[in-house]
């Protein structure tokens, strides 16, 4: 399946107060849950309150994994948020396990809890080179605005590294 979420070449503002204009792109070629199926997701000409958006998203799903579980790979590739000539860019890998509410369906989806690995690395708009490391796996809740737990390291050369920790998996 092709999908295109076209927002026009004038600013359209949304309920959240950003103005949006360009094309989100998603090629899926099965259902969420099904191993094997892959979303990828594209911009075109696509812009958040100005800011020139761009990268590709891809997401497959690898199938249970030895627990059980099934598990992502999420990939974003050729990153960058533009605006004023400057650009901030970034690619990462990270991995999700559902590790929680799989057996519940829509409209029930606020209980599925996710486990999340990987990395991040780019460079911020005074071109200084980052990496991110999630250390312990987040833990992340559908229904949860903010990360439940783990911790991740933000590192900037030679600037001593960031530890964020999110708790203790409480929203």
């Known amino acids: 399946k092709y999908l295109i979420v076209d ?21 899926i070629t099965g259902r969420y849950r099904n191993a094997g199926t892959v979303f990828t997701i594209t911009l075109d000409n696509f812009y958040v ?23 992502y790979t999420i990939v974003v590739s050729n990153a960058s948020i533009t605006k004023d000539s400057q650009t901030r860019t970034w690619e990462s890998t990270r991995y999700r396990e559902w590790i929680e509410g799989e057996d519940t369906k829509w409209p029930t989806i606020y209980d599925d809890v996710y486990s ?56």
């Open 49 to 71: 309150n100005d800011y020139s958006v761009q990268g590709t998203k891809t997401v497959t799903n690898n199938g249970r994994n030895s627990d059980g579980n099934l598990n």
């Open 116 to 171: 999340i690995t990987g990395s991040a690395s780019g460079t911020t708009v005074n071109s200084k080179d980052y990496t991110m490391t999630i250390t312990s796996a987040l833990n992340v809740q559908v229904g949860c605005k903010w990360v439940r737990g783990g911790t991740l390291d933000i590192e900037f050369g030679l600037l001593p590294t960031i530890t964020v920790d999110y708790g203790d998996n409480t929203c």
């Open 7 to 27: 927002f026009g070449t004038e600013n359209c503002q949304g309920v959240n107060g950003k103005y949006r204009r360009g094309k989100i792109l998603a090629n």
